[in-house]
């Protein structure tokens, strides 16, 4: 059965640190780009960074120097370490993996920035 779970969400103030967790089973974890995305309510989901297969890493400019991305493959994780929150980083945070033509998804963790 194929699964990505996410972990590591929760409630920070402004400008503390949270690391996102995303631990995937029944699939070839290792081949596939794999990334986060969020959504707040009203809003269509955005993608925070992606790395890909080869270790390649690419940020959306709201993150650029406050968030890090990183895999590792000996475990089937993937890792989102998040500095700096502001209350705007406030969502629900996706795992995603990706090999063409397929995608999986997590079901989401909660990040709430707020004092």
């Known amino acids: 059965q194929v699964q990505l779970v996410e972990s590591g969400g929760g409630l920070v103030e402004p400008g503390g640190t949270l690391r996102l967790t995303c631990t995937a089973s029944g699939f070839g974890h290792r081949n596939y780009d794999m990334g986060w995305y969020r959504q707040v309510p009203g809003k269509q989901r955005e993608l925070v960074a992606e790395i890909t297969s080869g270790g390649i890493d690419h940020y959306v400019d709201d993150v650029k120097g406050r968030f890090t991305i990183s895999r590792d493959n000996a475990k089937d994780t993937e890792y989102l370490e998040m500095t700096g929150l502001k209350p705007e980083d406030t969502a629900v945070y996706y795992c995603?993996?990706?090999?063409?033509?397929?995608?999986?998804w997590g079901q989401g963790t909660q990040v709430i920035v707020s004092s």
């Open positions: 995603y993996a990706y090999w063409a033509p397929t995608e999986y």
